[in-house]
């Protein structure tokens, strides 16, 4: 109960501070998109996300979102969301920002020609560097370990095997270049 009123204590009465905090030089907002599978026409990389959004609350921290979004009536097609959602810790020098974190992952997928629904849900821990060339646009490369836990249903299936989990662990965004805009 102690940690929690430190928590919302924290949270409403050091607003305040958090909002004249000047990191990023006074950007606060950072939007991106990964530019390596526009340039390479290579097939879509699908630990790449599509938008990406970071806010800066301070100096040091910054909250991170993606979002990869493919929505399809097409025989071949179906439902593909996948988000996540995560922190980093920045080290900022110059025109540099190394930076770590972690991100918590979510994919679902449901094709319109099978009734298979593939559920995933994912760590992933992570360490990247960032290069800014100015104050509104930047450059920035990461690398994951990935750790995922699939759920695979297919309803209405006589097959007892129809129904399973599993888990895979593989190293992700390796190859990722995202161009970003900052903004207050």
């Given amino acids: 109960m102690k940690t929690i009123r430190r928590i919302l204590f924290f949270f409403f009465f050091s607003n305040s501070v958090l909002v004249q905090a000047q990191d990023n030089n006074g950007m606060r907002h950072e939007l991106g998109i990964d530019v390596a599978n526009a340039l390479t026409f290579i097939k879509r990389n699908t630990q790449s996300y599509l938008l990406n959004y970071r806010f800066h609350f301070s100096e040091k921290w910054s909250l991170r979102t993606g979002l990869n979004l493919d929505i399809g009536s097409g025989n071949s097609e179906g439902i593909y969301p996948d988000v996540k959602v995560g922190i980093q810790k920045n080290r900022r020098e110059d025109h540099w920002n190394l930076y770590y974190g972690t991100d918590l992952t979510f994919s679902y997928f449901k094709s319109n020609a099978v009734t298979t629904k593939n559920t995933r849900y994912g760590i992933d821990p992570l360490i990247g ?12 490369t990461e690398g994951s370990l990935n750790f995922n836990f699939y759920r695979v249903r297919t309803p209405g299936s006589f097959d007892p095997n129809a129904n399973y989990n599993y888990y895979r662990i593989f190293i992700g965004s390796i190859g990722m270049v995202l161009v970003s805009y900052h903004f207050k």
Wanted: glycine share 0%; proline share 0%.
């Fill in 129 to 140: 560097v960032q290069y800014n060339f100015n104050k509104r646009i930047s450059i920035s």
